[in-house]
């Protein structure tokens, strides 16, 4: 007989999770093999950082740390409305966006209910939906040889949404694969969804959209009640550890959010500097005008090479890296340029690479030149 373990009290729906698979952090790599000048590339993190203004303001607030944080985010929420043209009462803000899924999947999902999204979708998607009890339905993805292999096939998704479903997921840009949904077809989708489905347009990467087809959701809150557009300032604003991102939505929905949010949770250190980031817009559009650069450099090097990349609307790139995959991705460690494999995504033969500075990238290509030989 197996010995107890109380952790397996848990609920059902808990102890069935897959966890999330984060990238490999640097000082692991170090630690494990002794090296130095390590690149890592495999997040999404935005290498430009912070803003000037938003450190000087994160400094600032240390001080006062001993405090809780203002729990209505008055500033920020005040801030974000008049940028975003909304009403402070159609935001909810997050410990990053991930929390704001989360809150999301706790506010509107119970067994019972569905959630649908799409296969190689974010994985935080079937972790928010299972946590809650309520089952996910996975729509097939575009096929491999469509302009956007591996993305979003709304039409399959409408296809999934039974009298059950209460959300539905779509990232757009998609993480892992970087691929999107043309605007007028991501409307007709969500104009002809079931007025008591809430959908989630994932809008993480949206500032990286660079002349693509890629729709500001928030423009479309007025027209759709049932839709929720979540944002970070995490990629684009180079924030990723200061954990900070929000929803907007119709007053009701957020007013649903926030009774399910922790009252406190958003640190007063990363209120203060998502606030003063927002000041800083021109940080912000430099960042984007490299990796937007840079997105189509290093696909025209990995191309030239004979690696295939998949269409991007995101600072990252999934390549194509064969049968041997993994191997390659250790390989790469071994070289000091950390990717990320997406096996979890059922991806086997792919790698996620993020889009560092061009320097970064150059030495991420050498290596990989080096891999494909060896
Ligand atoms: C599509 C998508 N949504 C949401 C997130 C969550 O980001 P954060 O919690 O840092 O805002 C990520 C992070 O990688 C993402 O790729």
């Not at 959701?217 to 900070?244: C, E, H, I, M, Q």
Request: with cysteine; net charge neutral.
């Amino acid at each position: 007989m197996s010995p107890f373990l109380p952790g397996d009290l848990a609920v059902d729906c808990v102890k069935s999770l897959s966890p999330y698979v984060p990238g490999k952090p640097i000082e692991e790599l170090q630690r494990e093999l002794g090296i130095r000048d390590i690149v890592k590339l495999a997040s999404n993190e935005n290498p430009a950082g912070p803003s000037p203004r938003a450190l000087a303001a994160m400094h600032a607030a240390l001080g006062d740390a001993w405090l809780y944080p203002d729990g209505s985010g008055h500033e920020l929420k005040h801030k974000l409305a008049a940028k975003l043209g909304v009403n402070v009462d159609q935001l909810t803000l997050g410990n990053g966006s991930n929390d704001v899924l989360v809150l999301i999947a706790e506010a509107f999902l119970k067994p019972g209910l569905e959630a649908v999204y799409s296969r190689y979708a974010f994985a935080v998607y079937p972790i928010a939906t299972h946590a809650t009890g309520a089952a996910g339905v996975v729509a097939p993805a575009l096929p491999v040889d469509s302009p956007m292999p591996f993305g979003h096939d709304l039409a399959a998704m409408r296809r999934s949404i039974t009298s059950n479903t209460r959300v539905v997921f779509v990232a757009n840009p998609n993480n892992p694969t970087g691929t999107w949904v043309p605007a007028a077809e991501l409307r007709r989708f969500v104009a002809d969804l079931p007025a008591d489905v809430i959908v989630v347009l994932d809008e993480a990467y949206y500032e990286y959209a660079g002349g693509l087809d890629i729709q500001n959701g928030v423009s479309w809150l007025a027209d759709f009640p049932n839709l929720v557009v979540v944002r970070t300032f995490s990629k684009a604003y180079g924030l990723a550890g200061l954990r900070v991102g929000y929803a907007v939505s119709h007053a009701s929905v957020a007013g649903m959010l926030n009774r399910v949010r922790q009252a406190f949770n958003v640190s007063s250190i990363a209120l203060a500097g998502a606030a003063a980031a927002l000041e800083d817009e021109a940080h912000v559009d430099a960042a984007v005008k490299i990796a937007v650069a840079e997105r189509a450099r290093v696909a025209a090097a990995l191309n030239a090479l004979g690696t295939k990349t998949v269409p991007t609307a995101g600072n990252f790139l999934l390549i194509e890296a064969g049968p041997n995959a993994l191997r390659r991705y250790d390989a790469l460690l071994r070289a000091g340029v950390i990717v990320r494999p997406v096996v979890n995504y059922g991806l086997a033969e792919h790698l996620r690479v993020t889009l560092g500075f061009p320097e970064q990238n150059d030495r991420f290509l050498a290596a990989w030149q080096k891999v494909l030989v060896a």
